[in-house]
């Protein structure tokens, strides 16, 4: 089953603003992850940013790890409508070898 | 109440042989997933199911084959266990292109 929380579980923003999403876990962990999941068709990977670093760039995705909080962030910059989606972190915390998802966050971008 | 049910959670077993893991999911959904994750324990799509289309990724073996009995259920059975079939696998499902709700995975170690 699912196990951490993401907030907000919906967020509907214009066109052109970043969107912030924020995932909380409860365990220490050795890396989280961040997927997009849309058209149905299964979960992309975003980005992994490990618990020894704080902060990692890919293109308009900004992710922030503190693992003190045990929480993480997914700044999305300059959105666009193709960002539609459903977002998930996802944590290894090293145990069976299983990474261990979040409930998502639903994102729209409005035109 | 768990939404989303895989057994068995945990698959030891020889080189050659045929097995199965189970997916159930309660929630009504018409769109069920399986997913591996792989050695960096990514997730990758193998199959999406409902009762009108299935979608294969095309880098999964034939060896590989999903089962749906009833709308509630997919199965995943493989023929002629190989080694390199040793990771964990995920069931996921939802309503159309709604979000996902994943299970808990199944370890699959083949000796």
């Known amino acids: 089953s699912q196990q951490g929380e993401e907030d907000p579980q919906a967020l509907s923003i214009q066109e052109g603003e970043n969107a912030t999403m924020n995932c909380s876990y409860k365990t220490s962990i050795n890396n989280l992850q961040w997927y997009r999941q849309n058209s149905g068709r299964g979960l992309v990977h975003l980005i992994l940013i490990r618990s020894n670093e704080r902060e990692k760039h890919s293109g308009r995705l900004r992710v922030t790890l503190d693992t003190s909080k045990k929480s993480s962030s997914l700044l999305i910059t300059a959105s666009r409508a193709a960002d539609t989606a459903s977002y998930f972190c996802?944590?290894?915390?090293?145990?069976?070898?299983?990474?261990?998802f979040g409930k998502g966050t639903r994102l729209h971008i409005l035109p | 109440d768990t939404a989303v049910s895989q057994t068995p959670k945990y698959l030891v077993t020889q080189m050659g042989n045929d097995k199965s893991i189970k997916c159930e999911q309660n929630?009504?959904?018409?769109?069920m997933y399986w997913y591996k994750q792989d050695s960096k324990k990514f997730l990758k799509i193998m199959f999406s199911?409902?009762?009108?289309?299935?979608?294969i990724n095309e880098t999964v073996p034939n060896r590989f084959s999903p089962k749906s009995p009833d709308k509630a259920h997919l199965n995943l059975h493989i023929n002629s266990l190989e080694l390199g079939d040793s990771a964990v696998y995920f069931c996921?499902?939802?309503?159309?292109?709604?979000?996902?709700?994943f299970g808990p995975g199944t370890r699959l170690t083949v000796l």
């Open positions: 996802a944590t290894d915390a090293g145990r069976d070898d299983k990474i261990i």
């Open positions: 199911y409902n009762n009108k289309e299935l979608i």
């Open positions: 929630l009504g959904h018409d769109t």
């Open positions: 996921a499902s939802s309503r159309r292109s709604d979000t996902q709700y």
